[in-house]
């Protein structure tokens, strides 16, 4: 049945008895292939249905489908001809995890953080309108993205709409891990069997707006829908901001699916289908454990294990392990999530403490702003959240955090290139946005006892602290170099003369291999641990001007504002005569691929930072000659 879906729309061409064949296909081929590259498997098998049902009911591209964050729309790549994409899914120069504008006209819109589909559909709706068109959008939104503040201010925004626009509300009850908060409880309200079975067969969906009414029942709800509806109609908490609620519906049911999204056409204004699907369905593993097949590498398709065993601990795990230890000691201290308790190494100090473990929902802003309520009343608040993510609470962090200098410690995790997710997700920005920021002191650690010092040292400070550290395996080599943390210290590993590399956290690694290169082709070359990125080392950086020609600095993060030019402009203030030469990634959006792969075609590489430092470091000695 794949074999006959070419292109968008081909799925038309299907017997309504063949879609049963075609979704065990999809759910076939998914599990293969992610075996295979890795990927967001559990959201994808919970969609297939809904997916189909929205491929049958509207054409694409003219009718937009937006996809919240993205990672769920595997068979919607599949129905739009990217089935061979599947080969280098995630991969360097392959095919993106998430919808991409470039890569098909039938992805509306990109994505990859959550929360900003009903958003952008309300944008594409108004744009319609202005421009007299006419196509419908479909925003797919799930229960764990409904979490997020900006999905509220979009539906309270869309509510006076008086033209189509609906909203797909897929859930399943769960975020990456179990879903939390009142929406969700609401939600959970409106599954139950009673309403469920009981309007299902009668009134199944609320069709207060629906033009074309027939069943008698619905005309006496309509009649008497302000007395009796609170008891009798689900949804009243959209219903009553104005939007048209239809649900529950059974999201692997694809012709209730269809006639369902078919009333929701016809909707004049905003409309919300309340899908309930599965999370992992049809594979067992993944229907058992949603949360451990959310997003997973490689795995055999037989247990459901990783193809390869995680070996060491990862910098993560010496987070979750060191905060566990501290909040031993002090009891004072708390911890927060967006909703990521396992990727941000919490999921111990959820057992140990749950009194002092807060998962706010995928809600960076408020759970920034809530850290500072925290800090403000007397407590030690560690709010650890992924480098992208944090994005999302700028002002949060100046308004609410550093103007009141108030001991919030960030624990900035997948801080660099995280490699397969591609540009969404990489967390490279985050040493100019926090080294912009007055107050705030930015630190990132060098190997695994470096961040269980620094997270120790941020818990002692007075006022905020950002710690940041990479995904994947802790560096466990150079113990040796662990000389306490001092504030704005950074610390001198291989004192020489005339090139002096200066790196920060993660880049160490990649230093050493740098400097190993230089000094092979017969340079000499200091190599020092910044440590603080905020602030800057001045005093070290005065002693290297005065014995020192050129200064590398070595970051993962972009060059515009970061640790580089801070040391550029530092340099450049005093008059030295040193060159500085700042080693980072370009003003521009790194895709996916493997982070060697993306260090190299950034000229992030030992080789590449070997051989600029050698090119400069000539240039200025022949220079000086003439
Ligand atoms: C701003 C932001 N924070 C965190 C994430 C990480 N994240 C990706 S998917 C997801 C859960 C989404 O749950 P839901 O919307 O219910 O979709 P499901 O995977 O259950 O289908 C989270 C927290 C993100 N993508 N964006």
């Keep these: ?88 899914l995630r991969k360097y120069g392959g095919m993106s995890g998430f919808p991409k504008r470039k890569e098909s006209a039938c992805d509306a ?35 764990g993205s409904m979490t997020g503040g900006m999905a509220y201010e979009a539906l309270n925004n869309a509510s006076a709409l008086e033209t189509n626009f609906i909203i797909v509300l897929n859930d399943n009850n769960m975020s990456i891990s179990e879903n939390v908060g009142g929406m969700s409880k609401y939600l959970a309200g409106l599954r139950t069997a009673d309403i469920y079975t009981g309007l299902k067969k ?85 229907e058992k454990r949603p949360d451990k097949f959310h997003g997973i590498g490689p795995f055999r398709i037989e247990t459901g294990e990783p193809e390869t065993p995680k070996k060491k601990d990862t910098y ?24 990521m308790a396992d990727g941000t190494g919490l999921g111990k100090f959820r057992q140990l403490y749950p009194g002092r473990f807060f998962d706010v929902g995928i809600a960076e ?111 466990d080599r150079y113990e040796e170099f662990r000389a306490p943390v001092e504030y704005g210290k950074s610390e001198m590993l291989y004192q020489e003369s005339k090139i002096a590399v200066l790196c920060v956290g993660h880049m160490f690694e990649t230093a050493l291999e740098v400097r190993r290169l230089l000094k092979e082709q017969g340079y000499a070359c200091t190599l020092v641990n910044a440590r603080f990125v905020k602030p800057i080392d001045e005093e070290m950086i005065d002693g290297l001007c005065r014995t020192h020609r050129l200064i590398a600095t070595i970051e993962e993060n972009v060059q515009t504002g970061g640790y580089g030019e801070h040391v550029m402009e530092y340099v450049c203030k005093k008059r030295y005569p040193a060159e500085v030469l700042p080693l980072a990634l370009p003003d521009d959006y790194v895709e996916h691929g493997s982070i060697l792969a993306l260090r190299k075609e950034t000229g992030l590489d030992a080789a590449s930072m070997a051989e600029k430092i050698r090119g400069l470091y000539c240039h200025i000695v022949s220079e000086r000659l003439l």
């Design 1 to 88: 049945m794949l074999e006959r879906i070419q292109k968008e729309n081909d799925i038309k061409e299907l017997n309504p008895e063949e879609l049963g064949q075609l979704s065990d296909e999809i759910r076939q081929f998914l599990i293969e292939k992610i075996s295979k590259s890795g990927g967001h498997l559990a959201s994808n098998l919970g969609v297939v249905e809904l997916t189909m049902a929205m491929h049958l009911v509207f054409q694409l591209p003219e009718d937009k489908i937006i996809w919240d964050v993205g990672h769920q729309s595997y068979t919607h790549k599949l129905l739009t001809g990217r089935k061979d994409g599947f080969d280098g």
């Design 109 to 143: 819109f990109d994505t990859g953080h959550s929360s900003t589909s009903i958003s952008a559909g309300l944008g594409y709706v108004q744009a319609r309108d202005l421009k007299g068109e006419d196509y419908s959008v479909v925003s797919v939104i799930g229960d």
């Design 202 to 286: 009668g009134v199944t969906y609320a069709l207060h707006r629906v033009p074309v009414v027939g069943d008698s029942l619905i005309e006496q709800i309509r009649k008497t829908k302000s007395s009796i509806k609170q008891l009798m109609v689900p949804g009243m908490f959209f219903e009553d901001m104005g939007i048209t609620y239809f649900g529950p519906i059974p999201g692997h049911n694809i012709a209730v699916l269809c006639r369902a999204l078919r009333e929701a056409r016809k909707v004049e204004g905003p409309v919300l289908l309340h899908v309930i699907t599965e999370k992992g369905k049809g594979y067992e593993p993944a």
């Design 316 to 339: 993560t795990d010496v987070f979750g392990k060191v905060l566990c230890d501290e909040a031993k000691k002090h009891p004072k201290v708390v911890a927060i999530t967006a909703a």
């Design 365 to 475: 802003a408020h759970g920034v702003t809530f850290a500072a309520g925290l800090a403000a009343g007397g407590i030690r608040p560690v709010f650890a959240v992924y480098s992208s993510f944090l994005q999302r609470a700028y002002d949060q962090l100046i308004h609410d955090v550093a103007l009141q200098n108030l001991p919030v410690v960030l624990a900035v995790d997948r801080a660099g290139l995280v490699g397969s997710d591609g540009e969404t997700h990489q967390g490279i920005f985050d040493l100019s946005y926090l080294s912009s920021i007055p107050n705030m002191t930015v630190m990132s650690p060098k190997h695994k006892w470096e961040l269980a010092d620094m997270l120790r040292f941020a818990l002692e400070c007075r006022g905020p602290v950002a710690v940041r550290y990479p995904r994947g395996e802790a560096f």
